[in-house]
């Protein structure tokens, strides 16, 4: 069993800044994938920023220049610094891990979200 847990979110004013953090634990081999998505009311979940365990790093064109995803392999941990916050980017934010566990099988695992929501 893997369990991603997420924290950091909560309400900013337009223009302000967050940072999510979020944490893999349990049977873990090697985390290889990690990395944030979200899901506003009445949309799909889309795909913010991911970073592999080389550090390669992959985001969405609406957060590039104003989204930071990084992470410290040695905690299993994966960090989402969000600068210049709009509107828009209110939503339910989600962490995902992916690996392999200590008995060698494939995991994909989800966190139970934290909503961030950008409102004067």
């Known amino acids: 069993q893997v369990q991603v847990v997420e924290s950091g979110g909560g309400l900013v004013q337009p223009g302000g800044s967050l940072r999510l953090s979020c944490a893999a634990s349990?049977?873990?081999?090697?985390?290889?994938?990690m990395g944030w998505y979200r899901q506003a009311p009445g949309k799909q979940r889309e795909l913010v920023a991911v970073?592999?365990?080389?550090?390669?790093?992959n985001s969405a064109d609406s957060v590039k220049g104003r989204f930071t995803v990084s992470r410290d392999n040695a905690k299993n941990t994966v960090y989402l610094q969000m600068n210049s916050l709009k509107p828009e980017d209110t939503a339910a934010y989600y962490c995902?891990?992916?690996?392999?566990?200590?008995?060698?099988?494939?995991?994909?695992?989800w966190g139970q979200g934290t909503q961030v929501t950008v409102s004067s």
């Open positions: 970073v592999s365990s080389g550090g390669s790093t």
């Open positions: 349990g049977s873990i081999f090697r985390v290889e994938s």
């Open positions: 995902n891990a992916a690996g392999i566990t200590l008995v060698r099988s494939r995991f994909n695992s």
